[in-house]
């Protein structure tokens, strides 16, 4: 039996576990724990696995004296005190990558939904209505989207609504100077994107500074009849003041798979047929939970065997 044990605390793909055991780690796992069970046994693993259902907080970490890595399946780190495990000396990973196809894809995808009302057709047609004039949309085709945030997943967003023959606005305060644009997309200030973009899509972190980055100044400085789409992080979005430019007929709809609050509940917004929202699923496809969870178990192996670090989101 090694010495070196994992606890894994929320589903992942049977794959990780295979390859943490089979590279000599002793794997348990035990999902859905309560935060008072999870803070008991934490003291006897070196490394914990998490999706978003597990919350780590600084009293786990408290708990956690044996504790060398905390990893997220998956890109955001919201569910887990950073800076707690930074001070306990915890190394916090992420896998940024494996999900970045799934997010894009249902971003490119809301864009259609949107541009075309799909959605809403069908559940008008569903009752036995046909309003084919009610249902008028707008192509896609020349349009121009903005990418707010150029990472992982904004660019897989741009490359293909490069294939969609739009035009493809990128900003990302993070672009190290004199960075070249991809083929086909041209790099914009924020002010310039918002004020260009038929559609804004949002790939951004929640941070302080992203903090209601969309809310009513912005959307004041956005063409009347544009869309937005964010698949990025709740919060991002001032959800009131979307509410009021959306009731004022300034947007001309705006779908929304994250939530400053999750689970959401009912929001004044689903009140508004051209609202479109779904739980959170951008990572939601049976490949991208493949990925994430093949990934992470990769970084566990390469830190706790050899202490190789990558994906790291904090210092220790």
């Known amino acids: 039996m090694s010495d070196i044990k994992v606890l894994v605390a929320d589903d992942l793909s049977k794959a990780a576990v295979e390859i943490m055991t089979k590279a000599g780690l002793s794997v348990d796992v035990k999902v859905g724990l309560p935060p008072a069970q999870l803070a008991e046994i934490i003291g006897g693993y070196d490394g914990l696995a998490v999706r978003s259902a597990t919350k780590v907080t600084a009293d786990i970490l408290g708990r956690a004296t044996s504790l060398k890595i905390v990893g997220r399946a998956g890109v955001g780190v ?3 005190d950073v800076k707690a495990a930074t001070e306990k000396k915890v190394l916090v990973i992420n896998t940024p990558s494996g999900n970045a196809i ?3 894809e249902l971003a490119i995808a809301y864009i259609f939904a949107l ?3 799909v959605p809403q057709a069908s559940a008008s047609t569903k009752k036995g209505e ?3 004039k009610k249902w008028m949309g707008v192509e896609v085709t020349g349009k121009t989207l903005g990418v707010v945030g150029f990472g992982n997943i904004g660019r897989q967003v741009a490359e293909r609504a490069v294939g969609l023959k739009m035009k493809v606005l990128a900003y990302d305060p993070a672009l190290p100077a004199g960075a070249s644009p991809p083929p086909g997309v041209t790099f914009a200030s924020f002010d310039e994107l918002v004020a260009g973009a038929d559609f804004v899509t949002l790939h951004i972190p929640a941070l302080p500074e992203t903090k209601n980055l969309f809310g009513a100044a912005t959307f004041a400085k956005m063409k009347k009849g544009a869309y937005l789409i964010n698949c990025a992080r709740g919060g991002i979005v001032d959800e009131n003041a979307l509410y ?3 009731k004022a ?5 705006a779908a929304l798979d994250v939530f400053e609050k999750e689970p959401c509940g009912m929001l004044p917004l689903f009140e508004l047929e051209n609202v479109l929202a779904s739980p959170h699923i951008g990572a939601s496809t ?5 990925k994430v969870a093949i990934e992470l178990a990769e970084v566990f192996v390469d830190f706790l065997k050899s202490g190789r670090v990558r994906n790291a989101v904090n210092k220790v």
């Open 249 to 253: 007929g300034h947007l001309g709809g």
């Open 78 to 80: 919201d569910n887990i």
């Open 102 to 104: 799934a997010a894009g």
């Open 130 to 132: 046909w309003e084919k």
């Open 115 to 117: 541009a075309r009302k």
């Open 286 to 290: 049976k490949e991208a939970q493949e």
């Open 244 to 246: 009021e430019t959306l």
